[in-house]
């Protein structure tokens, strides 16, 4: 990552027009979520909303990935999760039509009739997650005590779905337009300032709770005492330190890669020598990058949105296996999760094997290797011990497999990293609700996304600068770090 460059291309009027696009799209993806749907008087709609959400574990993850648009229901509430289920869907048809397969391999014009069909199942999906959600608001808000959702009209479904559904849809537009921009993908960006977002509320919370001295102070060797809750300051300690080797260890793992040394035959065409050259292949730890966890978390919100459901329906028949599905498949609360019976174990387990069984799904879609087998074939590149053709296939998948069986249970660990330090804490100190509502789960999207915008805000800040680029001023740069590394070594 260069980053006198990039600073550099900032002086770049085209590149100064994409920023302030990308940034104008979170600016309003943030507006949208502070926009009610029109179902109730937002006021009341608030604080209905606010005591459900504090008496039951209803979304707790959901309104982490949406950026608190449940907390406020707001019209991107349904958001882009069923864009994310569309995709899946699309994905495990890829794999089982060989006409999609076909498109698929077809290049851009293949993959942009395969993501046309991704947004028409999109809308059909929004509109059945908008209808079950506020079907169990309405339910749950009643069986609270409150007339806030009484009786909706018709014309009120309507418009509240209505808008949901294109609250919905806006949110895959405004994604897609940040990915036409060239530095980042657009639906981890939202994703990503939805998680951001969350952020002052947990610091609030943290700080809060820091200088509450109601049970004591800390006292510092005997020399002063200083106006802390002593139990909070070395929680949140504690806390920075593991969250500061978390976040180096996440790094590390994402940019960790296999480089694949690829040889290309000499070829005589004419009077030109072709060929006779080494490049790299590189295959990364994680190829799949943060999608198998997203894909994971909405594959186990299904079952307790089921459940949900059934249990807002009133059919006594249903009521047993709905209390089931939601006891089973409910994410746990931050700062909650305690482990004291064994259901609450359930979706950790489900969460970590679903992280696994994805990772592998996904990498086998974004890196194909009879694909690359073939075209290296073509191009007359060989890796070296390996013949051409089957040979090479066979290598790369051995390579790839023993890379994701490491790449996938280091993500379902990060995963389930939350779990591990609630019930941790609670087992060993006795404390509960530390609210690590930004960790797992929300610490890898973050990083994630942000190396993956970096490097294409790198790449982008490159091709603007082509024509002020100096060689020397790179040289310069890695003679700098050969220097440092000699230094090291020397110490």
Known sequence: MNWRII?????????QKRLFIVVG???VYRLLAHIPVPLAEPTQLRNAISSVLGQSDLGGILNLLSGGALSSFSLVLVGLSPFITASIIIQLLTKAIPRLEELHKDGESGRRKIQQWTRVITVPLAIVQSIAFIFILRQTVLQGGSTTLADPTMMEWIVSITSMTAGSVLLMWLGELITEQGIGNGISIVIFAGIISQ??????????????????????????????????????LIMSIAGLIVLYFL??????????????????????NYGDVKSILPVKLIAAG????????????????????????????????ANKLITWFQAPNAGSFTGSTAEAFIYPTLYFILVIAFTYFYTGIVFNANEIAENLQKQGGFIEGVRPGAQTEKYLMRTVNRLILFGSIVLGIVAILPFVAEYLTYNLTGLQGLRLS?????ILIIVSVALETLRQVNSRALMVTYDDFDPDELLDSDKKKSKKRRLFKKK
């Open 199 to 236: 952020l002052p509320q947990m610091l609030a919370s943290l700080i809060s709770s820091l200088f509450n001295t109601s049970s004591g102070s800390l006292n510092v060797f005997n020399w002063f005492t200083l106006p802390v809750n002593p139990v909070m300051f070395w929680t949140i």
């Open 251 to 272: 790094v590390k793992i994402n940019e960790a890669q296999r480089v694949i040394t690829i040889n290309y035959a000499k070829r005589v065409h004419g009077n030109s």
């Open 25 to 27: 799209i979170i600016v």
């Open 290 to 321: 943060v999608i198998p966890v997203i894909f994971a978390v909405a594959f186990l919100s299904l079952p307790q949105f089921v459940g949900q459901v059934m249990k807002a329906s009133g059919n006594a028949d249903l009521l047993p296996t």
């Open 438 to 442: 930004i960790g797992g789960t929300g």
């Open 7 to 15: 600073f550099r291309s900032l002086k770049n009027k085209d590149m």
